[in-house]
């Protein structure tokens, strides 16, 4: 079985940039989730999605990033601007419906400069 | 509000040492109990699971007991090895129509061989 697909591996961006990453979730999994990792913040909660309406939009994270489930197979994350306090891990994850077990993707490393 | 602690930011041993990674948490409900491992270049993925107080999770060697008394969760393993070096990640979800998982800062092991 395909686990969770992410694009692109790595980034690197100018601040004020606008980039898309990219999350395809395990077939068949109706719970998406978006998460930043950092090494000080550890992980944190960016949208959540079920069966692809957004139930979680992450609060303080709202002004520049904005997640969108275009189909139930395929997730976009977009950044608009970015600064270089966006330099972290972005990790996409899914579950089937109230499974709470997650499935993360390898993340994508994103650098802004 | 519901939270986790791993007061370990980093534990280094050498191979067949044993291995004790400490988690409380709080709560106000009767949460199910995670532990997730990170590899480098990965995401997180599940290493095992507890639903119920005083019950214990067994896998690939590494065990955990959810004590709802003392409120922890901690991971230990008799043996480790040098491809146990990783991140571990205590979470809880604190309840089951819940779906946020609140995951701890994680805690670097580093097995020496």
């Known amino acids: 079985d395909a686990g969770v697909t992410q694009t692109p591996r790595h980034e690197v961006a100018e601040k004020g940039q606008t980039i898309i990453l990219k999350c395809e979730p395990v077939?068949?999994?109706?719970?998406l989730f978006w998460y930043r990792q950092t090494k000080i913040q550890g992980l944190e909660l960016l949208s959540y999605?079920?069966?692809?309406?957004?139930?979680?939009d992450g609060g303080a994270f709202k002004d520049r990033f904005k997640a969108e489930m275009l189909n139930s197979s395929f997730s976009t994350l977009k950044i608009q601007p970015t600064e270089p306090k966006d330099s972290a891990v972005y990790l996409c994850?899914?579950?089937?419906?109230?499974?709470?077990?997650?499935?993360f993707g390898p993340g994508t490393r994103l650098t802004v400069l | 509000g519901d939270s986790v602690t791993q007061k370990q930011g980093q534990v280094t041993l050498s191979e067949d040492d044993f291995l004790f990674i400490n988690c409380t948490y709080s709560?106000?409900?009767?949460?199910?109990l995670f532990w997730y491992v990170q590899y480098p270049g990965q995401g997180p993925q599940l290493l095992l699971k507890?639903?119920?107080?005083?019950n214990k999770g067994i896998s690939r060697g590494f065990e955990a007991t959810y004590d709802k008394g003392t409120t922890s969760f901690h991971l230990q393993k008799a043996s480790v090895q040098e491809s146990d070096s990783a991140v571990y990640f205590c979470?809880?979800?604190?309840?089951?129509?819940?779906?946020?998982?609140?995951f701890g800062k994680g805690t670097h092991l580093h097995v020496l061989p």
């Open positions: 994850a899914s579950s089937l419906k109230g499974a709470h077990e997650q499935y």
């Open positions: 077939s068949g999994h109706n719970d």
């Open positions: 999605f079920r069966s692809k309406s957004l139930m979680e």
């Open positions: 709560t106000t409900t009767y949460p199910t």
């Open positions: 507890v639903t119920t107080a005083n």
């Open positions: 979470a809880l979800v604190y309840d089951t129509n819940a779906y946020k998982v609140i």
